[in-house]
């Protein structure tokens, strides 16, 4: 599943992500959640998929927090920050959990025009 971390440079870590914020692209790369576990945890696909996106949130946010890649240099993971999976859902970083958030879309087109490049591509 790929991702886009932004960092949100208008948040105070406790009032979370409101929609206008800026967000600035921190990190770009894959992940991949634990489907087998969801498929044990969601009868439909639908609940499946949800799972899996909160199950890559959640091993993100201790990527970002506890073992940051060696090319990383920003601030660790916190409240009001967002992922966007596969550019099509997006989740903020809550106080405990995620909320799911209508995509940041000039954020991503500003990022996708940078021309990112994933980490282990050529």
């Known amino acids: 599943m790929k991702y886009l971390f932004f960092v949100n440079t208008q948040t105070d870590f406790f009032s979370g992500y409101r929609e206008g914020d800026t967000l600035e692209l921190a990190y770009a790369g894959e992940v991949e959640p634990d489907s087998e576990l969801a498929a044990h945890m969601r009868e439909t696909q639908e609940g499946r998929e949800r799972f899996e996106e909160r199950d890559a949130c959640n091993r993100l946010f201790e990527t970002f927090n506890i073992g940051h890649p060696a090319d990383y240099r920003n ?20 106080p405990v959990g995620w909320i799911e958030v209508p995509l940041p879309a000039e954020a991503i087109e500003e990022a996708e025009g940078r021309k990112f490049k994933l980490p282990g591509t050529a």
């Open 75 to 94: 601030r660790s993971m916190s409240v009001g920050d967002v992922i966007v999976l596969n550019s099509k859902t997006a989740y903020a970083c809550a």
